[in-house]
């Protein structure tokens, strides 16, 4: 495969076929180093060298009534998963200023659960408000399932992005959630971007799908107009189903974020969770073709932590993106 030919058809704006990017994901180990060359080409066309940061927040975890395979915090899962509830106005927003103290772009908040209820959607639309008049910072919130309705209330509240992954193709979608179907999935991304908001829609590899259904879920979410695109590597969780799974490579970490980049190439592609410990000693080579990581840790996981994911972007000579918090 000629990969500097399918950079260029990229930032053309040609939309690369799903062959092409089935080849991506086939491309030999010696052809690795090409295959990100390329990627990096688009993502430096985009984004330059800088690097989005994204902190999370756990505002609400544990006791899901969902039974999604992967998640420590399902209905199905047997772990020792945090389990609390919706922590407070002053407890977000002190998370919100320490995002901001770390340069992050957006402050994500999370909450556990099929659905937000009446009293979710006012809790976090009244913390968004407050946050928003003490913190100069982007928010996403990513609270389940969400009808139009509450699309628009969030987009009222000042919320700038819903995140609200498809995590794999249709065709392998049965595999993983038997509780709500990947038509309702698709609704909700539909819901957020009828609203206006901003759409982070991604997906999780390494769940048993094939290298198809990988591709599958990279034109979904150029289908759904995602403007971010988190790419999670499984790294599995005692007592899920998928616990004994083994961790994907980090040579197919790296073809999958390429194959993203080329399908979505003036997205955000971020290299999202499971980045440490599939991509392991590998992971600066993520950051030329995802230009987004997240920083300080995950739902229910820890991370690297902040001062060696700074170390590894100034190493690989690349730098954290200037904020434009409007």
Not at 145 to 167: C, D, F, I, M, S
Request: proline share 4%.
């Amino acid at each position: 495969m000629d990969w500097k030919r399918i950079s260029e058809r990229a930032l053309a704006g040609e939309q690369i076929a799903s062959d092409e990017a089935l080849c991506c994901l086939q491309a030999r180990d010696d052809e690795l180093l090409a295959l990100l060359d390329a990627a990096f080409r688009v993502r430096c066309h985009y984004y330059g060298r800088g690097v989005r940061l994204h902190v999370i927040r756990n505002a609400r975890s544990g006791s899901c009534s969902e039974d999604c395979a992967y998640c420590s915090q399902s209905a199905r899962a047997e772990s020792n998963a945090p389990q609390y509830p919706w922590q407070s106005r002053e407890e977000i927003i002190a998370g919100a200023r320490e995002a901001r103290r770390m340069g992050a772009f957006r402050y994500c908040v999370v909450s556990s659960g099929r659905v937000p209820s009446d009293a979710d959607i006012r809790h976090i639309c009244e913390t968004v408000r407050a946050l928003k008049t003490e913190v100069p910072i982007q928010v996403c919130v990513s609270l389940g399932l969400l009808t139009p309705e509450r699309a628009r209330q969030l987009k009222n509240a000042g919320v700038n992005r819903y995140n609200h992954n498809l995590e794999t193709s249709e065709r392998f979608f049965p595999n993983i959630c038997t509780t709500h179907t990947y038509a309702d999935r698709i609704a909700t991304v539909a819901a957020v971007k009828a609203a206006g908001l901003e759409l982070c829609c991604g997906g999780l590899l390494g769940l048993g799908e094939t290298p198809e259904d990988r591709v599958a879920l990279a034109m979904a979410v150029r289908d759904a107009r995602a403007d971010s695109i988190p790419v999670n590597f499984l790294d599995p969780r005692p007592g899920t189903p998928f616990g004994h799974y083994p961790r994907i490579t980090p040579a197919e970490c790296l073809r999958a974020l390429a194959m993203f980049r080329f399908v979505n190439p003036g997205k955000e592609i971020r290299a999202a969770g499971g980045r440490e410990a599939c991509l392991g000693s590998l992971q600066a080579l993520a950051l030329f073709a995802a230009n987004s990581i997240f920083t300080n840790g995950y739902l229910t996981t820890s991370g690297q932590g902040y001062d060696v994911d700074m170390a590894m972007i100034k190493s690989a000579g690349f730098h954290v993106a200037e904020t434009d918090y409007s």
